[in-house]
């Protein structure tokens, strides 16, 4: 039966209720985020839907609809830079940690915008909802963080006067950010601000001061507009300093549009003929790049650069890379707004050439399917000691460490087998989050011998899903990958991807495809691999729901 609106009062009475609800979901993401954002979510739900169902038999599947709209709220399809003119002064937030530097993205927990939203922004995006505006004198007397002065004081509107169509006011009054309690080293605001990482912004190398030679170049897409929704790969080719030979030593992002930019991929090229022509944006054929490139370094939300020790660095030049391809993943979630982006990257390099030559391995799963309203589902990919065996000349060095998922992604683990027997975790990475993704460094190399296996297990929740998760290029799909910077590259005589495709190894499916270039000019046979390769997928895709690949 259903039962009316609730009022202000029944929504607080409903808070303790339906804490139940999130505890029989067993969703213990949910669970952390609902403990401190309950009062919003379930004023939206019941704004959405107009009715509560609180019947006890049906608090499973409430429970599952207060996650998803959570999920909803917090996966950064709400990130809104352009909001910074609707409140005021929205451009001159300055960042409590590091003078001199703004906090763009003034409601989110980055500062640049994205991802998951601070107090402030929460308070904002309820105070859309409930009233269709942004700024109202109800959010303006509010303190969302908490630190004993309003939104309006903090943003230089104390009395309240300000309107869209007001210039700003006070801009010569202190600014401070409404969402970060401060003091942020006050024992008040420690509590508080819980989430804060002031070094999240800042990259350090002392490399790049103590070495005179070092150059800097930033490398980017010509400016090119966003496709009008969804997901897309973009790539450019670009030149390299060809005047000798160099390492780089250091590399920082450079993302011009933070509401659009997933993930940059930077490629090094060998010269081949009939290379694509420099400096044109143009739709990627494959995520992997072409066979004469491979992956030397990666940018991800929450990743602030890297600067390589002393021992290696990435060759170019004329007996290094001759070439760089960009690989830039937009995912647009703004359809009514034109949107541009030039991003790329800034590297920094020497003369001062270094001991060894570095670049990125890619190990993990790269097809799988996650079925809907479970809290864990696994799913693992394989390095084979067989691949590694046959591609590897001589032990690498593992640096450093990333692991990358989507929004469903929750922990990732990498171990090293020998000879059956794990000997080391390169990752155990419990808490992740696709909003504030990180490099590990790894203080002593981590060996990787011919032979040796790397096991990559992916765990996400999909309890915010009510349909099958499939591996994809999209946001709103998955994947499951680690890339790690490794060291000597020549030890290494394949593209630098060692992955499986179901239960299949990477080196088989090299295979396969140097078959495939062989046979191609035969119709039958070429007709007859697809069809054997269609039934295995098919396998996994129409017989049953497969949760996992771990799965018999």
Known sequence: MEQPKASRKQ??????????????????ICLHEFRKFRHLVIGNYIQLKGNLHIARKETKV???????????????????????????????????????????????????????????????????????????????????DGDGRTNGQELGD?????????????TNSTI???????????????????????DDNNFHCPAIQEDPDVKELTLKIPKTKVQHKGSRYVCTHLHVPLDGDYHVIA??????????????????????????????????????????CRLVTFWGIGVNGECFPDQFGIPIGNHGFTRFMLQIHWQNSENDIVQTDSSGMTLYYTPALRLYNAAVLTVGQSMFHLGPGQSEVKVEGNCTGRCTKREFKGPIYIHSSANHMHTLGRKQRVELYRNGSLINIISDQDHFSFHRQHIKKHNSPIEIQPGDDLRVTCTYDTTSRNETTSFGEGTEHEMCFAFLTFYPIENVHSN??????????????????????????????????????????NQYTNKKLINSVLDP
């Open 158 to 170: 104390p009395d309240c006067m300000w309107t869209e169509n007001t210039s700003q006011l006070f």
């Open 496 to 537: 630098f991807m060692c992955y499986q495709w179901l239960k299949f190894p990477h080196c088989l499916i090299r295979d396969v495809e140097n078959l495939w270039g062989n046979v191609k000019k035969n119709l039958l046979l070429k007709i007859g691999i697809k069809a054997a390769m269609n039934s295995l997928l």
């Open 251 to 292: 590399v920082k992002p450079h993302v011009d549009n933070r509401r659009v930019v997933h993930h940059i991929l930077l490629f090094g090229c060998d010269a081949v003929e009939n290379q694509p022509r420099v400096n044109e944006a143009r739709t990627c054929d494959s995520t992997e790049g072409p066979s004469y």
């Open 176 to 198: 401070t950010h409404p969402g970060i309690c401060e003091p942020t080293d006050s024992e008040n605001c420690r509590k508080k601000n819980k989430w804060l990482k002031c």
């Open 62 to 144: 409430v429970g599952i609809v207060i996650c998803a709209c959570l999920m909803t709220l917090f996966d950064g399809s709400c990130s809104y830079p352009s909001y910074q003119s609707f409140i005021p002064n929205g451009d001159k937030v300055p960042h409590p940690c590091h003078q001199n530097k703004l906090w763009n993205g003034v409601g989110h927990e980055l500062p640049g915008g994205g991802g998951a939203l601070n107090p402030f922004g929460i308070d904002l995006y309820q105070n859309k909802v409930n009233t269709g505006k942004i700024w109202t004198k109800s959010i303006c007397e509010a303190d969302s």
């Open 11 to 28: 929504e607080v009475e409903m808070m303790t209720n339906t804490y139940l609800f999130i505890i029989h979901v067993g969703d213990k």
